[in-house]
């Protein structure tokens, strides 16, 4: 079928077909002007796991999302494609290279010395080898999709995925500020040894010269080392314990995000670390923190960046891991559903007329 015959015959009140498409969505990639790309890799956890699972998860529960979005009401026109050409491999590749990492961790956990176990050192290696090579891969990937001008939005996995879309971003717009939402700075130094670790996957991302800001909001987590990081690289950072203690004093979430706003560049990448919220809406993110931001509180901010006039390329959206029911698959799939439709918005497509009720 042609997309203007599914247009016409294709009823958004009724549940989406679950075929592998997000949302239930019936359009092929040629006929999807966004494309997600999901990356189920988690190889250097350090603390509990499951994000390699969090693109599965996200994919089955947003089968239940409506579609009839307040803002965006259109947006499902548009067509947003799952590319999963690479998901199992990607998972395998995980799934090997993360029980290397295992051995070392539990090793430096028990005060080993690496030196000291050439075997260790040898797994070390073949881990950030294997990091490498998904990184390389997944730029190719990303750059594939925006090669054919494709609106390409980023699923991982934990938060050490989306270095090689930053990579693919940057060759195709050149400089851009990255606004971090997270309970983590992500600014240690090849942490635990493993050279693209999770905890490291903002070091690495300000080393690139077309990332020319990074604003972090929510950070209630960080090291000695990370502030060094932070002050050296001229990093902004909004705490968790700052925003509150504002928040008390009465300056409102609209003011806070006035100042974030202010900080960031004219082209814009979003970050979310879904552990940068309560921890009530994702709880088995891989390493929650007490404190956050609520989903509303994310969805403003998120909504008045683009209002800013600010040119969102890109997001990826990370550390979502499902427990024993479908909560944090849910709550990723709603935050995934507004992220595309902001960043359809912000490309001038056509996402319908906000939906008023007074």
């Not at 950030?128 to 991982?156: D, I, T, Y």
Request: hydrophobic fraction near 40%; proline fraction near 5%.
């Amino acid at each position: 079928m042609t997309k203007e015959q599914i247009l016409a015959t294709f009823d958004p009140s009724q549940p989406g077909a679950a075929q592998g498409q997000l949302f239930g969505l019936p359009f092929s990639a040629d006929q999807s002007e966004i494309v997600v790309v999901p990356a189920p890799w988690e190889a250097t956890v350090s603390y509990g796991s499951g994000a390699s699972d969090g693109p599965e998860a996200v994919l089955e529960a947003s089968y239940q999302v409506d579609l009839h979005h307040q803002k965006f009401p259109d947006l499902w026109k548009l067509g947003i494609h799952y590319d999963s050409e690479n998901a199992a491999k990607w998972k395998s590749d995980s799934d090997q290279a993360k029980q290397l990492a295992q051995n070392v961790i539990e090793a430096l956990e028990s005060g080993k010395n690496l030196a000291d176990f050439p075997e260790l050192e040898s797994d070390l290696a073949a881990v950030n080898r294997a990091s490498e090579q998904f990184n390389q891969e997944v730029e190719n990937r990303c750059a594939h999709w925006l090669g054919q001008n494709k609106l390409v939005g980023f699923l991982g996995g934990d938060h050490a995925t989306p270095y090689g879309y930053y990579k693919a971003l940057a060759a195709k717009f050149g400089s851009f500020g990255i606004l971090h939402l997270d309970a983590h700075m992500d600014l240690r130094i090849a942490y635990e040894g493993f050279s693209y670790s999770h905890a490291s996957i903002m070091y690495n991302t300000v080393q690139l010269p077309e990332v020319e800001k990074l604003v972090q909001v929510g950070i209630r987590d960080f090291c000695e080392q990370e502030v060094s990081v932070a002050r050296k690289h001229q990093v902004v950072v909004f705490t968790n314990t700052d925003m509150k203690e504002a928040a008390f004093a009465g300056l409102t979430w609209r003011e806070q995000c006035d100042q974030i706003i202010a900080e960031l560049p004219q082209r814009v990448v979003i970050s979310f670390d879904i552990d940068g919220m309560y921890p009530w809406y994702c709880p088995n993110t891989g390493t929650p923190v007490p404190g956050g931001f609520s989903f509303e509180q994310a969805a403003y901010l998120l909504t008045e960046v683009v209002n800013s006039g600010r040119e969102l390329i890109g997001f990826d959206l990370v550390e979502v891991a499902p427990g024993d029911d479908d909560w944090d698959g849910n709550v990723g799939a709603r935050m995934l559903f507004n992220l595309c439709g902001l960043l359809a918005k912000a490309n001038g497509k056509a996402v319908g007329e906000p939906i008023k009720f007074q």
